[in-house]
């Protein structure tokens, strides 16, 4: 199949008119003349037709910013390999109409779903640009992350229990002399930590329940809880192992993040406030 772009294109031909003359000489035939170029498209004309069915050039060009914003190269041969696509699915969408399949209900919910979800995602993103999140606006909110880390980060171990009563018999083991990784390994109901002994890496104390978090600020290095710390994920056992200063990211390498979770938190106060103006039954 031939991939590069097909244009309609109008060669002039004109015939070579051959003079005669009784006692002349015949005279030199003119050169041909050379074929017209082609004419540049239209933007709106249509990008071929099928079966007297235009496909519109517009769907080519929503296909390539697509193809661009997943890092796709925009060059002719992308565009003819394209055209050869919605050509394509104009030929199946035509037979889909001939047989009926286009109209079962099922493809119909599928189609008005697919409508919305168009609809929707291009009425945020018109929004969006209408209600832009300034820099003010992200260096407040990189102040108040910051200041709700705090200045130091820790590094702790926990030992998650189902009970009360387990949870201080696990302090009793401890205080009998029992290594904590080792009690963490075996007895702790964190899948995600019990591997490794309990430990639950450098954090700052915001990243935890408060109740856990107010019991590991209390401790010094190298201590445990004395009495269980319940949370709602059940009672802990905790050992503070080191203390540091926090290593917070300048502002320039968490721009991004907070730019879409502001956005994303306007997306929610309007969803919330357009919910609250709607009729809903």
Known sequence: MNLRLLAAATLAAPALALAQADSKPAAE??????????????????????NGVAVPRSR??????QQAGRGGQDNEQM?????????????????????????????QAQLDITRQEIVVSAYIRDWVSKNPIGEADIQKEYDRVRAQA?????????????????????????????????????????????????????NV???????FSDAMVKLEKGKHTETPVR????????????????????LADVRPRLQQQLVQAKLEELVKSLRAKAKIE
Not at 60 to 65: A, E, G, S
Not at 235 to 248: C, E, G, S
Request: no cysteine.
């Open 150 to 202: 705090g200045d130091k980060e820790y590094r702790a171990r926990h030992i998650l229990l189902e009970t009360e009563e387990q949870a201080k018999g696990m302090i009793s083991e401890l205080k009998k002399g029992g290594k904590f990784d080792e009690l963490a390994s075996k007895n702790s109901k964190d899948g995600g930590t019990s591997t490794r002994g309990g430990d639950l890496d450098w």
């Open 79 to 107: 565009r003819a390999v394209m055209r050869d696509e919605l050509i394509n699915r104009e030929v199946i969408a035509q037979e889909a109409q001939r047989s009926g399949i286009a109209k079962q209900a099922d493809v």
């Open 231 to 250: 949370t709602r994920f059940g009672f802990h056992v905790i050992q503070l192992d080191d203390v540091r200063p926090v290593k917070f990211p300048p």
């Open 29 to 50: 035939p003119k050169p041909a003349a050379k074929p017209a170029a082609k004419p540049a498209a239209k933007p709106g004309a249509a990008l071929a037709t099928v």
């Open 60 to 65: 080519l060009d929503i296909m390539v910013r």
């Open 205 to 211: 104390p915001s990243a935890f329940d408060r109740a």
